[in-house]
């Protein structure tokens, strides 16, 4: 199956500091990534969805100069966390989609995640 | 918001078959049906998605009924690695995929 792969799976900063994560598919293509947040014990939250070469469509809520994302190719995404804060403290988690049978359908890969934990 | 309901919870005994059911009653024509797990601290994993027919692959079946508003999930021979939560969603073409509470199955040895 398809491969996601996100660096780094785990991350400590000091509150203020800014924290990018990589989202990479490894043999494929993805038509879209997306960003998701997951808090403990809860379910996973879309945060955005990234379309390469344009711009994210954040979620209501979710606040887009605080959580950028880039998407520079069809292979790679990232977000950056500015300024973080303790609330920031999370599971994020990315997925990369592939289109099948003419959009028909979007079959999602989802990376292992990253845990940030910020003091 | 999710438009599947599932049970908060479930437990199965190790080797015995772990069916958890799922209800989409507004589900739309063209909707598929889609089946993700998530063991504690890892991403989603895909088991297996339907949209009319009962489909079976090497992790899973998957029964959908005639009127497609509720679907079930069977692993025919649990095993302890398969405790996780499990997630029942529904995804038509490039539609975001929306994530409910999820099943968090047990399974007992």
């Known amino acids: 199956g398809a491969v996601v792969s996100q660096h780094p799976s785990w991350v400590i900063c000091k509150s203020g500091t800014s924290v990018k994560i990589e989202c990479r598919s490894l043999d494929f293509q993805a038509t879209t990534m997306f960003w998701y947040r997951q808090f403990p014990k809860q379910s996973l939250m879309l945060m955005a969805t990234?379309?390469?070469?344009?711009?994210?469509?954040?979620e209501q809520g979710v606040e887009k100069d605080k959580f950028l994302i880039n998407h520079a190719s069809l292979t790679l995404s990232t977000l950056t966390v500015t300024s973080a804060h303790p609330e920031d403290s999370s599971f994020y988690i990315c997925s990369a989609s592939i289109a099948f049978g003419g959009n028909s359908y979007n079959e999602q890969f989802f990376g292992p995640g990253t845990r940030l934990t910020v003091l | 918001d999710a438009k599947t309901t599932q049970p908060t919870s479930m437990d199965c005994a190790e080797g015995r078959a772990a069916n958890l059911p799922c209800n989409h009653s507004t589900i739309s024509g063209n909707e598929y049906v889609y089946w993700y797990r998530q063991i504690h601290s890892q991403g989603p994993q895909y088991i297996i998605h339907?949209?009319?027919n009962n489909e079976t692959n090497e992790m899973a079946s998957l029964i959908i009924t005639e009127d497609r508003k509720s679907s079930t999930l069977i692993l025919p021979h649990a095993t302890l690695r398969d405790t996780a939560v499990y997630y029942c969603t529904l995804i038509r073409g490039a539609q975001k995929l929306v994530f409910g509470q999820g099943t968090r199955l047990t399974i007992n040895p």
């Open positions: 339907g949209l009319k």
């Open positions: 990234s379309n390469e070469g344009s711009k994210a469509t954040y």
